[in-house]
């Protein structure tokens, strides 16, 4: 980078937690749910007894997830735990 960088006024400086959002964004209004999340608590909202895995699929079987759920309504969730019950129940047990 040549030059000079232009230093931060103070008024662009926030101290941490004491950052409040806007009451929109590029136009859009923020939701109640977003304005009421607690500090320290973002990201997606967990749910209680539950546990996140991370299933890593090919572009092909991504596409057809996505297309599936379109199609149908449904969510990438709710296909992933439908396509796992339906697994166990072939499974024989030992």
Aim: net charge positive.
């Amino acid at each position: 980078m040549a030059g000079k960088m232009t230093p931060l006024e103070s008024a662009l400086i926030v101290r941490k937690g004491s950052a409040a959002p806007t009451s929109s964004h590029e136009g859009a209004p923020v939701s109640s749910t977003v304005m009421s999340v607690a500090p320290g608590r973002i990201g997606r909202a967990r749910r209680s007894g539950t546990i996140a895995i991370t299933v890593r699929l090919d572009p092909d079987r991504y596409q057809r997830l996505k297309s599936v759920g379109l199609e149908h309504g449904l969510t990438n969730q709710e296909i992933m735990v439908a396509a796992l019950d339906n697994w166990f129940q072939g499974q024989n047990p030992a």
